[in-house]
């Protein structure tokens, strides 16, 4: 491999999968400028060594705060359920509680309020283990709250495809998998 090629993959890796904020992956402008403009190339050239391994670079269109912009993270080919990859630190309740909150959230127009969330939890989980689990998933950023509202985290909309967890909750996916012959 030549020499350039190795930095930028190098670099590349760094980038996607090393924890350098509170979320996975990076923006356009990082890979723009560890990278060069032509970023986009070695993306390309970088997914054909990981797909071997089971995983590729995807290119997700973020909408958040406002604001809308690429980033760019590493996602396996073939969908993984959650025992074959480790959860960012999250036992089965935060995993429970992260799935009741999006319901919440994703059904809502905008954000819900936050004692709403902390009712519905607390019949199930008790209101202290609720609050803990909510507090957890904001910390990384799997919810963000904002005036006693909580609404969908980057992190929640980088790492899960909201769309398919939508059609999850009422019930659409299984019936169209069902059809398509794919599961």
């Not at 995807?58 to 359920?81: A, D, L, Q, T």
């Not at 809502?108 to 507090?135: H, Q, T, W, Y």
């Not at 909750?169 to 998998?177: C, D, I, Q």
């Amino acid at each position: 491999m030549a020499r350039d090629k190795f930095v930028k993959f190098s670099r590349l890796a760094y980038l996607l999968f090393f924890r350098r904020h509170g979320y996975p992956g990076c923006k356009d402008w990082e890979l723009e400028k560890y990278l060069g403009r032509n970023y986009k190339e070695v993306i390309a050239e970088f997914n054909k060594y990981i797909e071997p391994l089971g995983l590729r670079v995807e290119e997700v269109e973020v909408e958040f705060g406002g604001e809308s912009w690429r980033h760019y993270v590493v996602k396996p080919i073939y969908g993984s359920s959650l025992t074959d990859i480790k959860t960012s630190s999250l036992n089965q309740i935060d995993l429970a509680v992260l799935a009741v909150s999006l319901a919440y959230v994703l059904s809502s127009e905008g954000g819900v309020p936050k004692k709403e969330v902390v009712d519905v939890l607390a019949r199930k989980f008790g209101k202290n283990r609720a609050l803990i689990s909510l507090g957890r998933l904001i910390r990384y950023g799997y919810l963000l709250e904002r005036d006693d509202k909580l609404y969908t985290g980057l992190r929640t909309l980088l790492e899960i495809d909201v769309d398919k967890f939508g059609a999850l909750l009422v019930g659409r996916l299984k019936a169209s998998s069902e059809t398509s012959g794919g599961g």
